[in-house]
């Protein structure tokens, strides 16, 4: 059985940082595109940031505008964990954070919530201004 369990998200001041986990455990994680989503209420769930397996523990990272050059995406295969790096938090981060995973399709960087199957629960984070 496919499991993903969040943590990490919690209360912070503006400008500072966080990382978040996903647990991964159920399949292979290493040949998985894995992903990072956020959802604020009453909106769409919006891509974060990907790493998509292209072969061979290599991996494409692609990050949303609206983050890139302050959070990093990365796995550690071996403990079957996604984290994600958030620096320089700013209010409009505030949102629940959502890991997704899928089995890699090389060649598709997938953006959207809907291209992927598994889901954790989620984790908060609030960014205090």
């Known amino acids: 059985q496919v499991q993903l369990v969040e943590s990490g998200g919690e209360l912070v001041p503006a400008g500072g940082s966080l990382r978040l986990s996903c647990a991964v455990s159920?399949?292979?994680?290493?040949?998985?595109?894995m992903a990072w989503f956020r959802q604020t209420p009453g909106k769409e769930r919006d891509f974060v940031a990907v790493m998509s397996w292209i072969g061979e523990n290599t991996y494409y990272t692609e990050y949303a505008r609206s983050v890139k050059g302050r959070v990093t995406i990365s796995r550690d295969n071996d403990k079957n964990i996604l984290f994600l790096q958030m620096n320089n938090l700013k209010p409009e981060d505030t949102a629940v954070y959502y890991c997704?995973?899928?089995?890699?399709?090389?060649?598709?960087?997938?953006?959207?919530?809907?291209?992927?199957?598994?889901w954790g629960q989620g984790t908060q984070v609030t960014v205090s201004s």
């Open positions: 997704a995973a899928d089995l890699a399709a090389p060649g598709a960087i997938r953006r959207k919530a809907s291209a992927y199957e598994f």
């Open positions: 159920g399949f292979t994680h290493s040949q998985y595109d």
